[in-house]
């Protein structure tokens, strides 16, 4: 009799306990997913607020520094902040809407032109001399 051998069944049920906790694990993660997910948008609001308050710290010290009450600090620092970002779309809003009516002007002429290139030239999968019969109707085209 071999004494190193182990008891029986305790194979199997090591086995049986490492699948356990590796599908606990696994269902652990997808909890921890479906959290975050479910969590995103106040995550997102989390880290807005960190990152404009992080970008602000400067501006409301040197504020400070001069003696200026903190809540007259923040307040200064918010309204450069939005007129900072108003003054960016006031600049952009009228070059983005000349050019979009740009491109919806030539719109017409460029599907036109794509739509006539992809008629003229030849099917890359398929060779003309191999298409079935009545397929150049619906290319736009006679058989070749």
């Known amino acids: 009799m071999d004494t190193h051998a182990p008891p029986t069944g305790t ?5 049986l306990q490492s699948t356990a906790l590796a599908t606990l694990v696994v269902l652990l993660v997808l909890l921890g997913f479906a959290l975050l997910l479910s969590l995103r948008n106040v995550l997102a609001s989390v880290f807005l607020g960190l990152l404009l308050a992080t970008a602000l710290r400067p501006l409301m010290s ?3 520094e ?3 009450p903190r809540f007259v600090a923040a307040s200064v620092a918010m309204l450069l902040l939005v007129g900072s970002i108003v003054g960016l779309i006031v600049l952009i809003l009228p070059l983005a809407t000349s050019q979009i009516g740009s491109i919806s002007a030539a719109l ?5 032109g794509a739509r006539e ?14 298409l079935p019969p009545g ?3 619906f290319l736009g085209r006679a058989r070749v």
Do not use: K
């Open 117 to 130: 290139w992809m008629i003229d030239s030849p099917p890359a999968a398929l060779p003309a001399d191999r």
């Open 66 to 68: 001069g003696h200026v």
């Open 108 to 112: 017409p002429q460029l599907y036109a």
């Open 11 to 15: 194979a199997p049920r090591r086995l």
């Open 135 to 137: 397929s150049g109707a």
């Open 62 to 64: 040197r504020l400070q």
